[in-house]
């Protein structure tokens, strides 16, 4: 079983930057993926940026130039730095790991507001 933990999540002014961490713990065979998914209020999940095991990354059309995401492979987390946001990045913020099967953690509330 794989456990999922995000934190970073919190209230920032348009423009401003926040960072997401996301760490796996637990038994772990071999992580595949990592990646962020994001769900705004009345809006389906979508994602926002997948890292593979070979490092390579996709984003979103949305938060291309402005978000990035890394790794840790030695730690199993996964990192979001989210420059420039704006009011349509609120979300809850939801991380997944792709073991065996998918592994999902709680979700961080990202709230951007003046």
């Not at 794989?2 to 930057?17: I, K, M, T």
């Not at 402005?66 to 730095?81: E, G, M, W």
């Amino acid at each position: 079983q794989v456990q999922v933990v995000e934190s970073g999540g919190g209230l920032v002014q348009p423009g401003g930057s926040l960072r997401l961490s996301c760490a796996a713990s637990g038994t772990i065979l071999s992580i595949n993926f990592m990646g962020w998914y994001r769900q705004a209020p009345g809006k389906q999940q979508d994602v926002v940026a997948t890292i593979n095991s070979d490092g390579s990354t996709n984003y979103a059309n949305s938060v291309k130039g402005r978000f990035t995401i890394s790794r840790d492979y030695a730690k199993n987390t996964v990192y979001l730095q989210m420059n420039s946001l704006a009011p349509e990045d609120t979300a809850v913020y939801y991380c997944t790991v792709g073991e065996l099967r998918p592994y999902w953690g709680q979700g961080t509330q990202v709230t951007v507001s003046s």
